[in-house]
C-alpha cells in the first residue's frame, strides 16, 4: 500500500536528484479493495482507511488527493482502484487471487459457505479492478507477500514463469513495452500447483 500512496513522490525525488535515471515501483500485496469482510464484526477496510485517514494525517498520491479535496474524502487515496489511475509511475503489481489479510484473516481452508462466497467476491473483484494493469503476477494462491519468502519469490510459477523473473524483466526492461501479465486462469482456491503458502502467512 506504502508504494500506491508514494511512487510518483518518491519518483520526482530521484528525478530531481538524477533527471534522467529509470524509475520503475513494485507494489507487492498492496491491493487493498473496498469491500467488507465475512465477518462484519471486523472492520472493514473502508472503516480502517476512513479512521486512519482522519486520525494519522495519511498522505498518498497529490493527484487522487486534489480530486477527492472538494468532496471530503481524500481517504479514497488509500484504496487501490481508486489511486491507481493518477499514478504515472511504471508499476509493477504482483498479488495473490486470495490475498490472506484483505480477505479479513478468514483462517486455514477449507471455508464454510460464507467465507468461501467472500473470498470469490474477492477474487473476481480483484482481478476486475486490476484488468487495465499493464504489468501484473497474481497467482491463484491462499496467501501474502510474493516476495516475502524463496519458496514463493522464485518457486510459485505461472506458465513457467516466476514472479522474481516477472519482476526482473519489468526493472531491467526486458519486458515487452505493451505488457505483461501473468494471471492464473484457474478459478479453484489455490488451484495453482506450485503454491507453497502455509497458514498464516
Not at 504515472?88 to 489479510?101: K, N, R, T
Not at 510474493?146 to 526486458?174: C, E
Request: aromatic letters at 14%; hydrophobic letters at 35%; glycine letters at 6%.
Amino acid at each position: 500500500m506504502g508504494v500506491l500512496h508514494n511512487a510518483d513522490f518518491v519518483g520526482d525525488l530521484v528525478h530531481t536528484v538524477a533527471p534522467n535515471a529509470t524509475y520503475k515501483a513494485f507494489v507487492d500485496s498492496g491491493w487493498l479493495l473496498d469491500l467488507p469482510y465475512y465477518d462484519q464484526t471486523y472492520i472493514s477496510p473502508r472503516q480502517q482507511m476512513q479512521t486512519a485517514y482522519k486520525n494519522f494525517n495519511i498522505e498518498s498520491d497529490v493527484d487522487c488527493m486534489n480530486v477527492f479535496a472538494p468532496s471530503g474524502e481524500q481517504w479514497r487515496c488509500t484504496i487501490a482502484d481508486q489511486v491507481v489511475p493518477f499514478i504515472q509511475s511504471p508499476l509493477f503489481v504482483a498479488g495473490y487471487q486470495y490475498d490472506i489479510p484483505f480477505l479479513g484473516d478468514v483462517s486455514s481452508p477449507p471455508f464454510n459457505a460464507t467465507m468461501g462466497e467472500s473470498a470469490y467476491i474477492f477474487r473476481g473483484t480483484y482481478l476486475m479492478q486490476s484488468s487495465s494493469l499493464p504489468y501484473q503476477f497474481a497467482p491463484n494462491c491462499y496467501c501474502h507477500g510474493v516476495q516475502s519468502y524463496d519458496t514463493r519469490w522464485n518457486v510459485i510459477l505461472i506458465n513457467g514463469m516466476s514472479a522474481s523473473s516477472s519482476v526482473w524483466s519489468f526493472l531491467m526492461g526486458q519486458a515487452p513495452s505493451g505488457g505483461m501479465r501473468n494471471i492464473d486462469t484457474c478459478k479453484d482456491l489455490g488451484c495453482n500447483p506450485t503454491c507453497s503458502c502455509v497458514w498464516p502467512y
